[in-house]
C-alpha cells in the first residue's frame, strides 16, 4: 500500500451508509486514532446526515464523486450497493486516492477486469477489497495453526455460511456474488492456493418462495497443488448467522472457533446464543482490518488484506460459480497471470 507522510491524519469518505457503511465509519470514528471520518455519501440523505451526525464532524455530500474528488478527503470507503462498487473504485483510482471497497469489488467479469487492469496501469496499489475474514481472530489462528506445519500441509478447506434470511425472490447468482464471494477467498487464503475448476449445486429450501430461488447452495472447488474446498451456503437458515472454517490437513484438523463463549440458560434450554446477522460476529476483524488500513496508509505497515486481484480472482471463480449452477457441470477458472505488482 503507499505510503503518506507518517503520523499525518487520514480524512475517510464513507460512501454509503446502511448497515455496513454505519458500521465502519461509527469504528473508524471510535477506535481508529490515526483516521477521521471526514465526509459521507448515501443516496437517501438522510441516512447519511444520522450516520455523519455519529461521527464527529463529517461533511454530508450529495454526489459520491464530489466526495472522491474532494480535497479534504485523503482515502475513500466504499460501502454501497455492490452494483456501485467498480465505477466508485475507478474514480478514486482517477483521482489518486486510496479506497477500501466492501466485496464485492465488481458484479461482473468486465468490471473486475476494467478495475485490475486501470490500476496495473497506474502502477500502484490503491485497492483494498473489504474481506474482513482474513482479519477475524478466529480464521487468523486456523492459518496460523496451518503454517505451523505441526500438522502438515492442508488438503481440503470446509465452509458453512448461513445467513438468517434474504430477501424474497433472491437469485442464486446472487447469493454468490454477494455472499458466497467469502468462502472463495477464505478457501484460497487458508489454502494458499488458487481454484482451478467448481462444481455447484443449488436448492430451493422452501416452495412458499420465488420458484427460482437457489438459498442453498452446495460450492466444490478444485484447487491447484491438488487441495479442495466445499461450502455450504444457505441464506434462509433462520435460526441466525454463523460462518465456520475448517482445515484438513495431512496430519490433523483445524477450525474455527466459536465467537459467542457464554453459556445461556434461558427459556427451558442451556447455550449459546446465535447472531442475528455478521456485524457483531465479525466486529473485530472489521476493526483490526481498518485498523490496518490506515496504519498502511500513514507508512507504518503493509496491508495485509485483500487487494484487487484478490477482487478480480472472486469475481472470476463467482461467474464460473454461476455458469456452473445453470449448467449443472462442472466449469473452469481461466485467471490471466498474475501482474508482478501484486506479488510485491
Ligand atoms: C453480507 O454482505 C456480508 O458481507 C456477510 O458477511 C455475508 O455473510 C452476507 O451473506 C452478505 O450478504
Redesign the pocket.
Known sequence: METKVATKTISVGVIGTGG?GTRHATNLHRFIGGAQVAGVYDLDKGHATQAAAQCGEATVFDDPMKLIQDDRIDAVLIASP?GTHAEMTLACLKAGKPVLC??PLATSVEDAVKVLDAEVALGRKLISV?F??RFDPHHAAVKAAATSGEIGRPLLWKGV???AS?AFGITGAT?LT?????DFDSARWLLGEEVQEVYVRGLLSRPELHADTRDLLLVEMFMSNNCMATAE?Y?NAEYG?E?SAELVCQRGTVTTEHADKALVRAKANRGYFVAS??LNP?QDAYVAELINWVDSLQGKDSFHGATAWDGYVTMMVTAACIQSLNTAAVAPVKLIEKPSLYSK
Open positions: 455496513m455492490d466492501e466485496k473489504g474482513m475474514r455460511h448461513r445467513n434474504v447469493i454477494n455472499s458466497a464471494g467469502h451456503v441464506v448467522y460462518v446477522d455478521w465479525f
